[in-house]
């Protein structure tokens, strides 16, 4: 029984990394192509059919160009920087539900790494631990705007977190569990968290929704790497795989983003069966999209701005959420 | 067997992040070092079966407490060598490990006469979170709210502290200095 | 030797709590003893949870969360100050701060 | 009811929180008037009291709330008013109420005008709160207030050398005697077990007569010290250093009469004891005519009417030492009206004359200050007894009552005393109004005072000529309800005429005599020269009787050189020496020890952590040692320890 539990976690495990690395490749040809329409282009088209290609050519360029260390850094924390970013965003996947369990060759698979009964807080734990990526890479490098970055990073990520944990209170106190399968379980009984308890839910919704963004760093709340006014940010200085972790890591996060929001708010995977796992992908796939949609339309805002954001506007509505759901629950 | 691989495992990944983070002279070598103990030391609290201590331990101090050192580190513009003068290494070091002795000689005596008996023994059947909820909002409640009021209280204090005026030293100025930051402030 | 025991956890405190120690006594520069009362902080955290957990009771780990919330405060406060210091002075060596001179 | 007990009791200490409220503002006339309107409602509330109180109702007694609960020991607030302290009420409002608007004239001018209001009405309420408790404690609070008050007001020009020196001598004269006040309360607790009046007084039916004694006797040490009787007396005469308006409330209507209406307060324990009242009797009659014989020649009309308030006190004494309670209180009524009368219009011959006491110094004041005159010289009337002034009433009661009880040794010293009263009386009289004008000589324009400070006046002016045959027999049939109601009357009609009119006579002989003596032309002032002054009895009597030479020479300089002694041997030698040795080690190890204080937070914080192992061991070896206890006392006594 150990022995199949620890290989059944070997293969969750692997499967997890590989089918995200690739969904964080593909998720850029997706972005590029989306925009591209949006904005009346056509996007990558000349590699392969379609330009699907240049995904692959892209991670060869990736994997096989040089990895400078620039003089001036301080080369051990320089180098694990993107490694904690990329892991970080896989770690937090070890408690997300992706689908109901289903049954394979008689043997039940859950696809879950670990069903820990603290879930959601082990993801906001790790989401938090996923800011020394930038923080660390901005520091160690030789690079005032690598600086810039790494300061507004953690301004923005410690912002943002305290709207993140308030704003899941409220659905957390409905629920009385930690666990996202309860979670599921529960929306299941009375109903999608978005709607119940006379909006409170729908506003906490909209809450994570938009630190979501702030969360992932995508516009239009990108200003960690935010290219017209500090280049790549933490970036800058990083060439080859490097750089490409903290890609693959950015889109991971993305995807693990946008698998929570449904299994939080929008009833998950439903009642296990095919169909509800179809629905939990049908509503991933639109929060992804969503996520493009936005950058496609949107200016990025001011870091002034965004912390007016947190402060006077989100955290205020999410205290009063709180005390709302309170209230209506007694 | 897991359970001493991995306590072994990270007791010695714990206790070389923490060797590292007071003996090295690079400060974000000691930032990243102190960071990862920290996230180490929550494993120990997950092998105990303190599960939201453990998470609270992970939210807070990598998530807040040392994002905020390294704001810190920027703003004082110490992210790399650090030069400090030397003592006598072995008189800390000998204090050090001789006080460390006598805290394990005080923690063990109340276990060796077994004088201590659980007085909020932990509930069968219920999630760590669920039996923490249930002592810290019965038995330990005023102190939980004591100390809301305390971090509520260092919230401020951090902010006027950190805020504007506060590198000026308004009793070592002059009546007319005060004046002129006060126009100052009003125009 | 396999069998983790509360007396592991103890000698593992200790050892982290010699080592925050040695920090808080060695180093100067204000930040890096912050870094060093952290160690000593979590040092301590982890014998409140063993002990919490080898004799079933909870109050270990309450007082392992009222430590974390001191520490949060202490850093609040701490950091404020030192800001103040650093402000009016340009640095935050501790041997320049001898002003308690007797 | 109870209203007005409150509002008579707590309007004064809102007129005096009031004029406190301006103490450090400049002088304002409100500060002078709100606290006047509050205690003319504090005595209209009073007056309405004694219609009740009069008409036959019930005694008001109320129970304001718990002060002390501790054991046995219960003392409330409580608050009585009944016959007697209607009466004192009555008496301590209307004074006052004149007295403060006379005031707001008389202090015109003063920079402390504002705060001389806050005393006089804080005064009052300490007054109030003696005169209306219900229990012996309370009386001791009011006791000390107006203690207090009275020190506050005599030194009230603190920058005056002697004021602040009159004014401690009669706050220290004062607990002198307030210490046997205090030991009769204790010895009333210990005995009676209540401090209540009526639980006390009921109590001590029961006890044995050398208790009683002993109780009556401390009782009465205290009264002595407030109203200044032998050999307490020294103080009042110096009082008369604070402002005038002060010497006629307190020095003359109010506080010092005290002592007797607690005499008369304590009349059920008295009559238990009737020894006690003869000796008290005897000191009245004694200090009445001691402090007559010392007004004889002084030459500051102040003293001379302080000397005049001792002598009549002494009168009271007399009549409640020989039982007439209700005769004391008679007089203490009468002589508070013309008393007070007296003092202010010498108040206003000293305004007049820029604060010039000596009598010699004026003469023929009559034609300037003619309401004056008239207020004066019906309040001497008054005061010797004669037909039909308040005085006659009173003092006359006593002289038959000396009589009646075949008292004829104090009957004779009283009634050479009403001799001697008139005299002195009509010595100032003629020197300051009649006479020869020898002040202009000296450079003096003396002006009559404002009007409103007369007519504020003229309710005592017409309480001094009335009091006595209108009021007699109502306040006695009032009265005597609580005290014992003994009438005294002479058995024969022909004694009795041939006493009064013997004793009216004589009186009015004295009184001639002053006039043809002291109004003659060729008065000077006097310059230590003439026969009379450098004649032995002068000498004793200007010195009065040399008791105050006798106790700074016997009790003043043998304490203060027993206290340098003390001073230069103990305190210097001994104890400084001991606080300066401590003090020494301390700073020497300080400055011995101070380079460990290097500031230099890295260094402080080893010495923490080395300071924390030592703890640590210490905590360590304690703890093994309470283990291996058992094992650690065999090794010990197998080493024979």
């Known amino acids: 029984m150990e022995v199949a539990y620890l290989i059944e976690t070997v293969i969750k495990v692997v499967v997890i990394l590989l089918i995200f690395s690739a969904l964080a490749g593909i998720g850029t040809y997706f972005e590029r192509k989306i925009l591209a329409f949006m904005q009346r282009r056509l996007g990558p088209m000349n590699v392969g059919p379609y330009g699907l290609l240049q995904v692959a050519a892209d991670g060869i360029k990736l994997f096989t160009k040089e990895d400078i260390i620039p003089s001036g850094v301080v080369a051990p924390i320089f180098k694990i920087a993107p490694v904690i970013t990329a892991s970080t965003a896989f770690m937090a996947a070890a408690a997300i539900p992706f689908l109901p369990q289903f049954e394979i060759f008689g043997y039940t698979v859950h696809p879950i790494v670990a069903d820990i009964n603290i879930g959601i807080l082990y993801i906001l734990g790790i989401m938090g631990v996923g800011l020394y990526g930038p923080l660390l890479g901005g520091m160690a490098s030789a690079n005032k705007f690598s600086l810039l970055s790494a300061a507004r990073g953690a301004a923005v990520f410690i912002s943002y977190e305290v709207v993140t944990g308030l704003s899941i209170l409220a659905p957390i106190m409905m629920v009385g569990s930690l666990s996202l399968i309860d979670f599921n379980e529960y929306q299941l009984e009375n109903g999608w968290i978005v709607f119940n308890l006379y909006g409170v839910g729908f506003i906490a919704f909209i809450l994570f929704w938009i630190a979501a963004f702030a969360e992932t760093g995508r516009t239009p709340f990108h200003l960690i790497a935010n290219d017209h006014e500090i280049i790549d940010g933490f970036g800058t200085e990083y060439s080859g795989m490097r750089w490409g972790l903290f890609f693959i890591g950015e889109y991971a996060n993305m995807f693990f983003i946008s698998f929570v929001i449904p299994l939080l708010f929008l009833g998950g995977y439903g009642d296990g069966s095919i169909l509800g796992a179809l629905a939990l992908l049908g509503k991933v796939a639109f929060f992804f999209f969503f996520f493009l949609w936005v950058r496609a339309a949107w200016p990025d805002v001011r870091p002034d701005q965004l912390m007016w954001l947190c402060w006077k506007v989100l955290m205020p509505i999410a205290v009063v959420n709180i005390l709302l759901a309170a209230i209506i629950m007694i | 067997m897991f359970e001493a691989i991995a306590f072994y495992l990270f007791a010695f990944l714990t206790a070389l992040m923490f060797f590292i983070t007071v003996t090295t002279s690079q400060a974000l070598h000691a930032l990243t070092a102190l960071a990862a103990g920290m996230i180490f030391i929550s494993a120990f609290f997950f092998i105990l079966g303190a599960d939201f201590l453990g998470a609270v331990q992970i939210v807070v101090y990598s998530g807040a407490v040392m994002a905020l050192y390294a704001f810190g580190m920027m703003f004082f513009d110490t992210t790399r060598d650090v030069k400090e003068k030397q003592g006598n290494k072995y008189i800390i070091a000998g204090l050090s490990i001789v006080s460390a002795i006598l805290v394990v000689l005080i923690f063990a005596a109340p276990m060796v006469t077994d004088n201590i008996t659980a007085l909020y023994p932990m509930t069968e059947g219920v999630g760590n979170t669920q039996d923490v909820g249930m002592v810290l909002f019965t038995k330990y409640l005023v102190p939980f709210e004591v100390a809301a009021v305390m971090l509520l209280v260092a919230m401020v204090a951090g902010i006027v502290l950190a805020g504007k005026k506060m590198d000026a030293s308004l009793t070592e100025m002059s009546e007319a200095e005060i004046e002129e930051i006060n126009t100052r402030e009003l125009s | 030797m396999m069998e983790i025991g509360l007396n592991h956890y103890l000698v593992l405190s200790t050892i982290l709590f010699a080592i925050g120690l040695i920090g808080v006594m060695k180093r100067r520069n204000l930040l890096l003893l912050f870094f060093a009362t952290e160690i000593l902080l979590n040092s301590v955290n982890i014998a409140f949870a063993a002990i919490s957990h080898y004799y079933g009771d909870l109050t270990g780990q309450m007082f392992a969360f009222f430590v974390i919330a001191i520490a949060a405060s202490e850093v609040a406060v701490g950091l404020g100050l030192l800001i103040v210091w650093h402000k009016r002075h340009s640095n935050i060596d501790l041997d320049t701060m001898s002003t308690m001179k007797g | ?641």
């Open chain 4, 1 to 641: 009811m109870e209203i007005y007990l409150y509002v008579a009791l707590f309007a004064p200490l809102v007129g005096s929180l009031f004029a406190a409220l301006f103490g450090a503002s400049p002088r304002t006339k409100i500060a002078g008037i709100v606290p006047s309107l509050l205690l003319g409602v504090s005595f209209i509330a009073s007056s309405v009291l004694l219609k009740h109180i009069v008409s036959g109702g019930d005694i008001v007694h109320v129970e304001m709330m718990t002060w002390m609960a501790t054991g046995d020991l219960y003392i409330p607030f409580g608050f009585v008013v009944d016959q007697i302290s209607v009466t004192m009420m009555m008496v301590v409002t209307l004074v006052s109420t004149i007295v403060h608007v006379y005031a707001i004239g008389y202090m015109d001018h003063d920079k402390g005008f504002n705060r001389f209001f806050s005393y006089l009405s804080a005064f009052v309420f300490s007054m109030m709160i003696l005169v209306m408790s219900d229990n012996f404690a309370g009386l001791f609070i009011g006791w000390e207030g107006v203690g207090l008050c009275s020190w506050l007001l005599i030194g009230f020009w603190y920058h005056k050398e002697s004021a602040t020196w009159a004014a401690n001598e009669a706050f220290i004269m004062n607990r002198i005697a307030d210490l046997g006040m205090l030991i009769g309360i204790f010895l009333v607790f210990w005995n009676t077990g209540t401090l209540q009046y009526d639980g006390a007084f009921a109590a001590m039916q029961n006890l044995d007569q050398e208790t009683l004694t002993w109780i009556g006797i401390f009782l009465f040490i205290g009264a002595m010290g407030k109203s200044a009787q032998f050999p307490l007396h020294t103080w009042l005469a110096d009082a008369m250093e604070g402002p005038t308006p002060v010497s006629a409330l307190i020095h003359a209507a109010t506080m010092v009469t005290a002592g007797v209406y607690l005499v008369v307060r304590s009349n059920e324990l008295y009559a238990l004891i009737p020894h006690v009242g003869l000796f008290i009797a005897s000191l009245g009659a004694f200090v009445a005519i001691f402090a007559a014989s010392m007004a004889l020649v002084n030459r500051d009309i102040k003293r001379v009417i302080a000397y005049s308030t001792l002598s009549q006190l002494g009168y009271m004494f007399a009549a409640a030492g020989l039982g007439a309670y209700w005769v004391a209180l008679f007089h203490l009524m009468a002589h508070a009206f013309f008393k007070a009368l007296l003092f202010l219009g010498a108040g206003n011959v000293m305004h007049a004359m820029n604060s010039e006491l000596d009598p010699f110094k004026m003469g023929g004041l009559g034609k300037t200050m003619k309401v004056s005159m008239i207020m004066m010289t019906l309040a001497s009337v008054a005061l010797a007894g004669i037909f039909p002034l308040a005085g006659f009433f009173s003092k006359d009661l006593i002289l038959e009552v000396a009589f009646v009880d075949h008292h004829f040794i104090i009957y004779t010293v009283l009634l050479l005393t009403a001799g001697l009263t008139a005299f002195y009386s009509f010595r100032i009289i003629a020197l300051i109004f009649h006479g020869e004008d020898r002040h202009t000589a000296l450079g003096f324009h003396p002006h009559e005072a404002y009007k409103f400070m007369l007519v504020a006046m003229s309710p005592l002016l017409i309480l001094a000529i009335i009091a006595g045959f209108t009021m007699k027999m109502p306040y006695f049939e009032m009265v005597t309800q609580l005290l014992p109601a003994t009438e005294y009357h002479v058995h024969s009609a022909t004694t009795y005429w041939i006493m009064t009119i013997g004793t009216q006579l004589f009186v009015i002989l004295a009184i001639f005599f002053a006039y043809r003596k002291y109004m003659s032309k060729d008065i000077r002032v006097p310059d230590g020269t003439s026969r009379m002054e450098n004649n032995f009895f002068y000498k004793l009597l200007i010195n009065q009787y040399y008791i105050p030479h006798f106790y700074e020479e016997y009790l003043v300089k043998p304490y203060r050189e027993l206290s340098t002694i003390f001073f230069k041997q103990i305190d210097q030698k001994i104890v400084d020496a001991t606080v300066d040795g401590i003090a020494n080690v301390l700073l020497a190890t300080g400055e011995s020890t101070r380079v460990v204080q290097s500031g230099n937070l890295s260094t402080m914080l080893k010495w923490m952590v080395a300071g924390m192992v030592a703890l640590l061991s210490l905590a360590v070896v304690f703890g093994l040692a309470v283990k291996y206890l058992d094992e650690i006392q065999a090794i010990l006594s197998g080493l024979g320890v």
